[in-house]
């Protein structure tokens, strides 16, 4: 939602602005520069990224534009199903949630959280440190390091959508030069025409700059902005996750478990002391 209003105040800004100064709204609208700078910055985002990132720009653009699917009633779920396993092998044993890791699709546990069962990622994260946790002898720093490092690399991988579209919103203007410089040749060939003629392919040359500079800092660089906190929304989880499963390789029950992982979330979505009690106590 704010996607959408940030377009509609940053569009109404500049061009009523223009408009009240005398500006004519339609001498703006020139497709060929369009043609030109667009389709140049996109065949420039193809040319420096592989395939798998442009995949995975598309896949978070939606995130980017609508708003995260992160928030309370999701944490809710992650805290209630990392205690539903460490509550289960706190009463049955550790060993008695391998066939739970082995196959989450299968498990009575995850399958109570549909939500959260849809996110591969989420998921192999959580089934590969509890399988680690239950079959090796490691000390819980030496866990903590590890799923550091995981969770940093992810963080890496998550990133790199925005980092790719940020480079594209430093190429923009320089590609609204190129529409410009192209409009003046087209005005050189023209010279010795009427004035009027050149007037409006001076103007049209000149909206390929304004393009050019109003793309990238108007709506690509935001959005390469909003698609990092989307990265950093999602790593969150991860910290959770990791917070909870260091926490029980240290000794500590189920519940101040989840506490440890509670208190890792951004106060925004974090769920209330009470609401994780109630949540965990009414699966």
């Keep these: 939602m704010l ?48 395939m798998h990132l442009v995949k995975d720009t598309g896949k978070q653009l939606p995130s980017a534009i609508f708003g995260s699917n992160k928030n309370s009633a999701l944490y809710l779920d992650l805290l209630g199903l990392l205690y539903d396993i460490f509550n289960k092998a706190r009463r049955e044993g550790m060993m008695a949630v391998e066939a739970d890791i082995e196959s989450p699709t299968d498990s009575g546990i995850f399958t109570r959280y549909p939500k959260l069962l849809k996110d591969k990622r989420m998921v192999e994260f959580i089934a590969d440190n509890l399988r680690i946790l239950t079959t090796s002898n490691l000390a819980p720093h030496e866990i903590e390091a590890m799923m550091d490092t995981e969770i940093e690399t992810q963080l890496h991988e998550l990133s790199e959508p925005s980092h790719a579209i940020h480079r594209i919103a430093d190429g923009l203007p320089g590609f609204g030069i190129v529409a410009a410089v192209l409009g003046i040749v087209i005005t050189m060939q023209k010279l010795g025409g009427p004035p009027e003629a050149l007037g409006q392919s001076v103007a049209a040359a000149l909206v390929g700059t304004f393009l050019g500079i109003f793309l990238a800092y108007g709506f690509v660089g935001p959005m390469s902005t909003r698609m990092q906190s989307v990265a950093e929304e999602d790593i969150k989880m991860f910290e959770c996750v990791k917070a909870a499963i260091v926490a029980t390789s240290n000794g500590l029950p189920p519940q101040m478990a989840v506490e440890f992982a509670r208190k890792t979330l951004f106060s925004a979505d974090r769920p209330t002391f009470s609401e994780l009690e109630t949540h965990v106590r009414s699966r």
């Design 3 to 50: 996607f959408i209003i940030g377009v509609i105040v940053v569009i109404g800004s500049v061009a009523g602005g223009y408009v009240l100064h005398g500006g004519i709204l339609m001498l703006l609208w020139q497709p060929t520069e369009v043609i030109i700078i667009v389709g140049a910055a996109f065949g420039a985002f193809l040319i420096a990224n592989s």
